[in-house]
């Protein structure tokens, strides 16, 4: 997830062969829930009876639709997804793998969210310094920019809400130093 957007992406395997993958572009969720429905989407396109083995680097996906974990948070599509499962009579089994170590599906997945998005959902949209320097707003197409415009925007907001804090502390430390603001 980036921002208000983000993808999602699955593939299904048998023996190791790919038989089918998918992507979409999502929008105003959250990765977790970005994450729930690459596995429900993948369970929706399998037949009835199926035996499957789930293979995700999200472990809190993996915790919440195994039941190891309580789905405090998204139940509603925790509660779709076993319901489904239930109704399809499948066998399941998870698997957590680490995400960019590496891992040929779980980094095909990862190229198709990018490709489903239109960005890098990867990447920082601040970039490191030296980035920042060679790359020239002129030269950015609109998704960098807005991807770019939505970083700066939450880090604006994010430093705003503690202005007051910091102007307190700031007038503190001075007064104690006998000094007072400008």
Not at 100 to 105: D, I, V
Not at 173 to 178: K, P
């Amino acid at each position: 997830m980036s921002a208000d957007f983000g993808a999602f992406a699955y593939v299904i395997l048998q023996d190791g062969e790919l038989l089918h993958k998918h992507a979409e572009k999502i929008e105003h969720e959250t990765n977790n829930r970005a994450e729930i429905k690459a596995i429900m989407y993948g369970m929706q396109a399998l037949p009835n009876n199926s035996k499957v083995e789930v293979f995700s680097d999200s472990q809190y996906a993996l915790g919440v639709l195994s039941g190891r974990y309580k789905a405090k948070k998204n139940p509603d599509l925790v509660n779709r997804y076993k319901k489904m499962v239930a109704t399809k009579s499948m066998s399941v089994s998870y698997n957590w793998v680490r995400g960019h170590n590496g891992n040929k599906w779980n980094e095909l997945c990862d190229q198709l969210c990018n490709e489903a998005a239109g960005i890098d959902l990867n990447r920082n949209p601040f970039g490191s310094a030296h980035e920042r320097q060679s790359q020239r707003l002129e030269d950015m197409g609109y998704n960098e920019l807005m991807e770019l415009y939505k970083g700066v925007r939450a880090e604006l907001i994010r430093r705003n809400n503690g202005i007051e804090d910091i102007d307190h502390e700031h007038r503190r430390i001075n007064e104690r130093e006998g000094q007072s603001l400008p």
